[in-house]
């Protein structure tokens, strides 16, 4: 028994994250998503057959990601989306397009004289102070109801904080699973 079919998950969900990444509309984005999706829990069932015949072993060793996988925000959120979009018809992804945010030294009072903008930009400002944040149109997760329970998009992963994005949700989660095959094949497959 070796870990070829895992890898082989690795690699198209590696794929599918760079499909997102290069897609041009929503849709093939959303579905480069659904596959990446998939290929990670694919990976995580085909390392459990792949190590079949040293379960005494695997199984204990195996428990530490288990937990993982229950408690953190993150890993729990991409199981239950890949649950939920295989088991019922919900969205599991938004398009938020980007934009900007003026946040204002004194919120209780502003005083602005003149503000232009053309082409979303703005060329003239006399005013108050004023710090202009852009953001940049992006894929989200949103809440979805999987087995009678709500998921939010996570906040944290491993104690880190991390943004409401489908890339980063994605590269975070490869990193894990290629993080947990690699540990894998070490244990169990190296001589």
């Not at 937990?67 to 959120?77: A, F, I, N, Q």
């Not at 095959?181 to 070490?186: G, I």
């Given at each position: 028994m070796s870990l070829i079919a895992a890898n082989k998950e690795l690699v198209r969900a590696k794929k599918a994250l760079n499909n997102m990444r290069n897609s041009k509309s929503f849709d093939v984005f959303e579905e480069e998503w659904r596959l990446l999706l998939d290929c990670l829990e694919k990976l995580w069932t085909r390392v459990e057959r792949g190590c079949q015949t040293q379960k005494n072993n695997f199984q204990p060793w195996q428990g530490?990601?288990?937990?993982?996988?229950?408690?953190?925000?993150?890993?729990?959120?991409?199981k239950q989306a890949r649950d939920a979009d295989n088991h019922s018809i919900q969205e599991?992804?938004?398009?938020?397009?980007?934009?900007?945010?003026?946040?204002?030294?004194?919120?209780?009072?502003?005083?602005?004289?003149?503000m232009v903008i053309r082409g979303g930009r703005i060329e003239e400002y006399q005013g108050d102070p004023i710090t202009i944040t852009a953001f940049s149109a992006t894929v989200v997760g949103i809440r979805f109801k999987n087995s009678g329970d709500w998921y939010n998009p996570p906040t944290v992963h491993l104690s880190n904080s991390i943004p409401n994005n489908t890339i980063v949700f994605s590269e975070l989660g490869i990193k894990f699973y290629e993080d947990y095959?690699?540990?894998?094949?070490?244990k169990f497959f190296k001589k």
């Open positions: 530490k990601f288990i937990g993982l996988r229950k408690k953190d925000m993150l890993l729990k959120y991409l599991i992804a938004e398009y938020s397009p980007g934009g900007w945010r003026a946040k204002h030294e004194n919120p209780q009072k502003t005083y602005i004289e003149k095959l690699r540990q894998a094949e070490e």
